[in-house]
């Protein structure tokens, strides 16, 4: 009988690889909020793989990227912990796109961590990603040694995730489960309600608006016999943005809120009442009291 394996597998790349929707393939579940627009993940979000023989806690981490302001720092915080502190082993997220210098910089950053990397070549369905596969094993292999290891896979489709779960397997410590087998995240409800709204503000807002929201759920309450009542708040950066996010006549944020209500309804498998409200606090992303009180909320 082999011995029971668990640990943290960190999941990291540029912006947009595709991280979250491999996250949640591996998981079968949804978990992490799903865009085509870059740095929708903002915090790192932890998921858990229970199978026979094994426990694997994956992190989602936000892209890496170069801080603007101060809120990016917390996010780049996040990420490095990831690599530093919490991974057993460290899952490195490529495109099948030329091989660039910022990916040597990082390939010889992770090399230099110590720590087990698998590198995976992502969208490999798509024209011409196998001449790009061939190219970034080359580039990987000189900058991380000749046995690196290098799979190519389509997390949205699903190809080759049961090889990707057999390699992390591997490499992943003997030990006891670190959680319930029936769990499959350490992050509370209300996390979720949040990241569920700003998924819509995602699908529903264009430019920037976005990018300026903070979702905060204020109030959480289970009523026995009664809907739950979830009130949340939406937090941008100006007046001009309430506006938008509000529209005319309200009609913006009660779209926003009966998408995100059905949403939230299909991931507690219960039925709510949703309330929100848009909230402007100028500059809100430069100022760390602030970040650290809401995202301090939601962990």
């Given at each position: ?8 597998v ?20 949804k ?39 101060v ?54 369905d798509?024209?011409?990603s ?6 970034i094993?080359s ?8 046995d ?5 896979i ?11 779960k ?24 209300r996390?979720?309600?949040a990241?569920?709204?700003r ?47 509000i ?14 209500r ?12 949703l ?15 602030f ?9």
């Open positions: 009988m082999h011995p029971f394996k668990s640990g943290y960190s999941i990291i790349g540029w912006p947009n690889v595709g991280k979250s929707t491999l996250l949640n393939a591996l998981l079968g579940s978990l992490s909020i799903v865009s085509p627009r870059p740095q929708t993940t903002r915090e790192s979000i932890r998921g858990i793989l229970n199978e026979p023989g094994f426990q694997m806690i994956f992190v989602d981490t936000p892209g890496w990227l170069s801080p603007q302001d809120f990016q720092s917390f996010m780049k915080r996040a990420i490095v912990r990831s690599i530093y502190d919490d991974a057993d082993v460290l899952l490195w997220m490529l495109e099948p796109k030329p091989f660039n210098e910022e990916d040597a910089l990082f390939a010889n950053k992770l090399k230099k961590s110590g720590k087990p990397v698998v590198v995976i070549v992502n969208k490999m798509l024209a011409g196998s001449h790009h596969f061939d190219r094993k580039e990987i292999q000189t900058h991380m040694g000749p690196a290891v290098l799979l190519p389509a997390a949205k489709q699903g190809a080759g995730l049961t090889e990707l057999s390699l992390l397997v591997t490499r992943l410590p003997e030990g006891p489960a670190f959680f319930p087998a029936d769990q499959i995240t350490d992050r509370w409800e996390f979720y309600v990241e569920l709204i998924e819509q503000i995602f699908k529903k807002y264009q430019e920037e608006v976005p990018h300026a929201c903070l979702v905060t759920v204020d109030e959480f309450s289970e009523r026995p016999g009664r809907k739950d009542h979830i009130r949340a708040s939406i937090v941008v950066e100006s007046e001009s943005q309430k506006k938008i996010m529209g005319a006549h309200a009609r913006a944020i009660k779209d926003l809120g009966q998408a995100a059905k949403e939230i309804e299909a991931q507690l498998n219960r039925p709510i009442y309330e929100l409200e848009v909230k402007v606090k100028k500059n809100w992303r430069q100022d760390p009291a970040l650290k009180l809401a995202l301090g909320q939601s962990a």
